[in-house]
């Protein structure tokens, strides 16, 4: 049976990488919860996909003048001042707002959210004993230095979550090979494919899972890569007609902004 990862929650029904997407993954059924792991100025974990904040908060209305400058410049406190739920509506990434799929309480209860840390998004996967894929972002300026792979493992350790529910990735190998050395007994996934580049970087299937690009991956990679005893998830995959390609390759797992049709997907034995 594929594994079904929420990309950053359940994105294109409530914001991105916010407790509200993550709570709808969990409903809608997907088996995993991806979410992306960056740090503060002040060494605070927080749950954020970009380096800047403009795509996904209110930055530029509260900040102006820092705007354009990385989340690694801002301390938590800060961070937690922004709006991080209202741009959904505007936005409407996935059409789901127009296509009626999104009610306006869930709306309404969009407007202010605030970006998570890890330890709140922990303590809710704990709660209820799910899954979390947990990729660990190049740190950029002016934290470039900071161990953020130690923070993340000190922070799993803290809440006390079980190996046996958590993953770690990222296409910085060397954070996962730290992991590796450090963690044993936690998965790891090699994050690869290179944005617009058309091609992956499998080297020498040094390790056991790879998360690849779908767009960039083809039924004789997979096989591939089974060959070398490893294992398959691919990114991101939206598409009904995809996902049946990829499950019939035999991925291990798809990460898709839309669980709620991959879980009916499964759930009628595609």
């Known amino acids: 049976m594929v594994l079904n990862i929420a990309h950053r929650g359940a994105r294109s029904l409530a914001p991105e990488n916010t407790l509200p997407a993550i709570r709808k993954a969990w409903e809608v059924g997907a088996d995993v919860l991806e979410i992306d792991v960056a740090v503060t100025m002040d060494g605070r974990l927080i749950i954020l996909h970009d380096d800047l904040l403009q795509r996904t908060t209110d930055v530029g209305r509260q900040f102006p003048d820092r705007a354009r400058q990385p989340c690694t410049t801002f301390t938590l406190a800060e961070i937690r001042s922004l709006d991080a739920g209202s741009w959904f509506e505007a936005d409407d990434?996935?059409?789901?707002?127009?296509?009626?799929?999104?009610?306006?309480?869930?709306?309404?209860?969009?407007?202010?959210?605030?970006?998570?840390?890890?330890?709140?998004?922990?303590?809710?996967?704990?709660?209820?004993?799910?899954?979390?894929?947990?990729?660990?972002?190049?740190?950029?300026?002016?934290?470039?230095?900071?161990?953020?792979?130690?923070?993340?493992?000190?922070?799993?350790?803290?809440?006390?979550?079980?190996?046996?529910?958590?993953?770690?990735?990222?296409?910085?190998?060397?954070?996962?090979?730290?992991?590796?050395a450090k963690r044993p007994d936690i998965e790891i996934n090699a994050l690869i494919g290179l944005s617009d580049s058309g091609r992956?970087?499998?080297?020498?299937?040094?390790?056991?899972?790879?998360?690849?690009?779908?767009?960039?991956t083809d039924e004789e990679q997979i096989l591939t890569a089974h060959e070398h005893g490893c294992r398959v998830n691919l990114y991101t995959v939206n598409s009904p007609a995809e996902m049946r390609r990829f499950i019939r390759a035999g991925v291990k797992g798809l990460f898709t902004d839309f669980p709620q049709v991959l879980a009916r997907m499964v759930g009628m034995n595609p």
Request: hydrophobic share 40%.
């Open 200 to 216: 992956q970087e499998w080297r020498d299937y040094e390790f056991s899972v790879y998360n690849a690009d779908a767009e960039y």
């Open 93 to 180: 990434p996935f059409g789901q707002i127009a296509d009626g799929n999104i009610s306006p309480a869930e709306l309404q209860s969009y407007e202010g959210v605030t970006i998570p840390t890890l330890e709140e998004v922990l303590l809710l996967v704990k709660e209820k004993s799910w899954w979390i894929n947990i990729e660990i972002k190049q740190v950029p300026p002016p934290m470039e230095s900071f161990p953020i792979t130690d923070a993340v493992l000190q922070c799993i350790a803290q809440n006390q979550v079980s190996a046996d529910r958590l993953i770690i990735s990222s296409f910085v190998h060397e954070y996962i090979r730290e992991v590796r």
